[in-house]
């Protein structure tokens, strides 16, 4: 963290000279103390988080495509309606372990179009869609097996 945040105000400064070079290294250096004593910030930690990176990445990459194809689905189901159109309130039990994790996968739901987590308890969210094939395989679906990855 200290390298990535001497970098950072590196970077950001846009100067390079003796004094600077010194205030930065000693600016940073406090702000990682600081953030090892309130936060328990630690190298190991942050090793932790530097290999979990590419793993949210590959999150951040199957939420976009998802968020693409429901939105490619409700755009067909609003321009060419083939029935009518069946809402439906959806409870989900998922088996992640952290309320990040349930927190992560219900910001995820609710931001692909057609759907909306509406209640979290515990392991069982509550989804309003607007048709429950829309949640076919969420309990085991890929966004699941991939937050359970990043819990590990």
């Known amino acids: 963290m200290y390298l990535l945040l001497f970098g950072l105000w590196f970077l950001l400064n846009g100067r390079f000279t003796f004094e600077l070079l010194c205030f930065g290294l ?5 702000l990682a103390l600081v953030m090892n004593a309130l936060f328990g910030y630690t190298p190991r930690k942050e090793l932790r988080l530097w290999r979990k990176l590419p793993l949210a990445l590959a999150y951040l990459a199957v939420l976009f495509w998802e968020i693409c194809k429901a939105a490619l689905g409700v755009l067909l189901r609003i321009l060419f309606p083939r029935g009518r159109i069946h809402p439906a309130l959806v409870r989900i039990r998922v088996d992640l372990r952290s309320e990040l994790a349930r927190y992560i996968l219900a910001n995820s739901i609710t931001l692909t179009p057609g759907t909306i987590c509406v209640e979290t308890q515990g392991d069982v969210l509550t989804v309003h869609c607007l048709d429950a094939a829309m ?14 990855r990043l819990e590990a």
Request: hydrophobic share 40%.
């Open 26 to 30: 000693g600016l940073t250096g406090l």
């Open 135 to 148: 949640l076919e395989n969420t309990e085991n679906g890929v966004f699941v097996r991939l937050l359970r």
